[in-house]
């Protein structure tokens, strides 16, 4: 004769070893969140109510703020929070959404992929952004630079 155990009754599973990935993951989101949220407001704030607001936005605006390191870090970080944070959430749907096996690996390893792409570009970006480069044609040159 076959038991079965109540419903209410504790669930005997076998001890996990080891990190725990998923628990890491929704504290990463949780935080990454409440520090995106002041990031993109400060962003935001001086971009568009700080100075001329919306219409002073242009290539000498990001030029001149990249001048800047707390700036160019406050965007980079900015970028690889946003980017993980996404990441990881979508990493999350194709766990929701997908059966464990070959498909599902190709989809994380695809978010993987673009994820560490961008991150780096954007970073290359950011820190070698150069608005007023050596031996460039003046005619190239925006209107701020001394030719």
């Not at 949220?37 to 704030?45: S, Y």
């Not at 690996?105 to 570009?121: D, E, R």
Request: proline share 6%.
């Amino acid at each position: 004769m076959t038991t079965i155990e109540s419903p209410r009754a504790p669930a005997r599973l076998a001890p996990r070893r080891g990190v725990n990935l998923e628990k890491w993951g929704w504290i990463y989101m949780r935080a990454s969140g409440v520090v995106l949220i002041v990031l993109i407001f400060g962003h935001l704030f001086m971009n568009l109510m700080v100075g001329e607001g919306v219409k002073a936005i242009d290539f000498g605006f990001v030029g001149g703020k990249w001048a800047d390191p707390f700036w160019q870090w406050w965007d980079v970080l900015m970028l690889w929070l946003a980017l993980i944070h996404g990441a990881n959430g979508m990493r999350t749907l194709v766990n929701d959404y997908t059966n464990p096996g070959t498909i599902q690996k190709v989809l994380k390893g695809a978010l993987f992929a673009s994820a560490a792409v961008l991150i780096i570009l954007g970073t290359l970006v950011v820190f070698t952004f150069e608005p007023c480069p050596a031996g460039a044609p003046a005619d190239l040159l925006p209107s701020f630079c001394a030719a």
